[in-house]
């Protein structure tokens, strides 16, 4: 019997990898025992299914997004907590600890790292967040969303397995048809910026082939019908609040146009369609942005800094793609060559295979060796550059990876 213990959560961006690790994980080893570490202020009390393990709660407080005194406030209830999720991971037995981010991963993986076992994580942006910032020293593995921050970690403690999904996203390519599908997300609260924009900029293309499909979010929904009307789209566009299968809409379309939170980039890539890319400028870190400009780099996909996404720009780079397609198939391909649609599966093996014990059975390849030889973006050659996972003793458990 293997014990994983699986610390985190908050929004769904840290939830739904964790659920499709936890899948991967039954499927890969049925007797493993799986433990689920939240807050009662995430979404994890309502969305980790029950038959995947068990949910414990700890009261951790965000240290992020509520000024200082929020700061001093969460930095001393988490240390205040300690000494319970010590003994909740006690009580666990836990074989490894894979901490995906948010509230609760922080005092439930330095609990654990102090306890002997091997700690985990997973970074899906491609910059560090705050909490994993904290967290790096100390991880076994770091389980990476973008290659920019494998210069970060020591060679053999960097995977860059791509953010964990669920099964449903894989790689549909699609033919040049007659009628072009752009599909707008702005994610389950929407984004008033594309609810206002992207309709204006689609109506200006004048393009009677053109099919849309927009999720407003559910507040922003009757706005958004109207806008459409107005402009005279409305037999061509369907609006939804929400979108329940995002796989199969993004099967069905040619153009995306979204923001770049990590998981809807690797939903992007792991199907792989072209993409102009408005990253939120509020996000932590601005880890948006440096997404989407990873994947602009690649010419995966076109990323326009919200201040810059007037309609004309945003009339301008959607019509080319939806214009030509050719460029359309050429950025489509280039994006799921980023995707790993495996990336559950993969964190999954390795995080037996140190439950177990053992060196991964997944060797860092040549080219994240590379990563650390050569001088360049991401690279370990950069001054000043925060290295980390090298000169951390590890105790007990944790001895036998050394």
Not at 10 to 19: A, K, Q, S
Not at 307 to 314: C, Y
Request: hydrophobic letters at 45%; glycine letters at 10%.
């Amino acid at each position: 019997m293997r014990r994983v213990l699986i610390a985190g959560g908050g929004t769904g961006g840290h939830v739904f990898p964790m659920i499709a690790v936890a899948e991967a994980l039954r499927v890969e080893a049925r007797d493993v025992e799986i433990t689920f570490v939240g807050t009662g202020r995430g979404i994890e009390t309502s969305a980790v299914p029950r038959e995947l393990g068990r949910l414990e709660l700890l009261d951790v407080l965000p240290l992020r997004g509520r000024g200082l005194a929020g700061l001093v406030r969460g930095a001393l209830r988490a240390l205040a907590i300690l000494p319970r999720a010590r003994e909740l991971v006690r009580t666990v037995g836990p074989d490894v600890v894979f901490s995906v981010g948010g509230y609760a991963a922080g005092p439930v993986t330095l609990a654990a790292w102090s306890l002997g076992i091997p700690v985990t994580m997973l970074e899906p942006n491609a910059v560090l967040g705050f909490t994993n910032k904290l967290l790096a020293p100390f991880v076994r593995r770091a389980y990476l969303g973008f290659p920019e921050t494998r210069g970060l970690f020591a060679a053999e403690r960097a995977m860059w397995t791509g953010v964990p999904l669920r099964k449903r996203f894989s790689p549909a390519p699609r033919d040049a048809e007659e009628r072009v599908v752009v599909l707008v997300m702005g994610g389950s609260q929407g984004a008033q910026k594309l609810n206002q924009d992207v309709p204006r900029a689609l109506a200006t293309l004048g393009d009677r082939s053109l099919s849309i499909v927009h999720q407003t979010g559910r507040d922003k929904f009757a706005e958004v019908v109207a806008l459409y009307r107005e402009l005279g789209l409305e037999d061509r566009a369907r609006v939804v609040p929400f979108i329940d299968d995002v796989a199969a809409e993004l099967a069905a379309s040619d153009v995306v146009v979204e923001r770049s939170g990590a998981g809807s980039l690797a939903e992007l890539c792991a199907v792989g369609r072209a993409a102009v890319l408005v990253p939120y400028p509020f996000a932590a870190d601005d880890h948006q942005r440096h997404n989407a400009e990873s994947l602009a780099r690649d010419g995966a996909a076109v990323s326009v800094r919200q201040a810059e996404a007037t309609v004309e720009r945003l009339s301008r780079e959607i019509g080319a793609l939806v214009g030509d397609a050719a460029l359309r198939c050429a950025m489509a391909e280039r994006a799921r060559g980023r995707g790993k649609p495996d990336a559950a599966m993969a964190v999954a093996r390795d995080l037996l295979a140190l439950a177990e014990g053992k060196r991964s059975l997944v060797s860092p390849t040549r080219e994240s060796r590379l990563a650390h030889e050569t001088d360049g973006e991401g690279g370990a050659g950069e001054a000043g550059e925060l290295r980390v996972g090298v000169s951390v003793p590890h105790r007990a458990k944790a001895e036998v990876l050394s």
